[in-house]
């Protein structure tokens, strides 16, 4: 079984991914911490030391070798994952479940507000335009969200719940 979580950053896709993952007894992946640790540097760095294209296609590399080669997995996807070249495609092809875990405007704001210096997308914007900022990359990237074989309302659930709901879908 390979069930794959996206969304939006701050949408709860690591921190359900654990949680489904320990509960299924099946083995987690963040995919942003897996590529991390095979290039041996930040994210961030990647970005900034050898460009986006680089990273997207390096990105597209590991999700393929992971959906490949995993039996059984919970994958966490990066918030942009699904919108790069054919990924979103890949996982639909490669996974047993894809789930979006779609939270509005106003709680994503409510959850980035919390973690904005651990957001380098976020952590320069303004409270006052955070709203914009979400809405508009929202309105890029949900056609894509939307592919997963299941949308899950995640807006005023705990992780918890949002487990057991993934876990009636399975």
Request: a negative charge.
């Amino acid at each position: 079984m390979k069930v794959v979580l996206l969304g939006y950053m701050a949408s709860g896709k690591s921190t359900v991914g654990r949680l489904l993952a320990r509960q299924l007894g099946v083995e987690f992946i963040d995919l942003d911490e897996y590529i991390e640790e095979h290039q041996k540097k930040s994210i961030k760095n990647i970005f900034s030391e050898k460009g986006e294209i680089f990273f997207r296609k390096l990105e597209h590399q590991i999700l393929s070798e992971v959906l490949d080669k995993e039996e059984s997995i919970v994958l966490s996807t990066g918030g942009g994952t699904p919108c790069y070249g054919n990924n979103m495609e890949t996982i639909l092809k490669e996974s047993d479940l894809s789930i979006y875990l779609n939270l509005s405007i106003p709680s994503l704001v409510e959850r980035l507000s919390k973690e904005k210096e651990e957001r380098p997308l976020v952590k320069n914007i303004g409270e006052e335009e955070l709203p914009e900022f979400i809405g508009k990359h929202l309105f890029e990237r949900r056609p894509y969200y939307l592919q997963a074989k299941h949308n899950l309302d995640c807006n005023g659930i705990d992780a918890e719940t949002v487990v057991e709901k993934i876990k009636e879908l399975l």
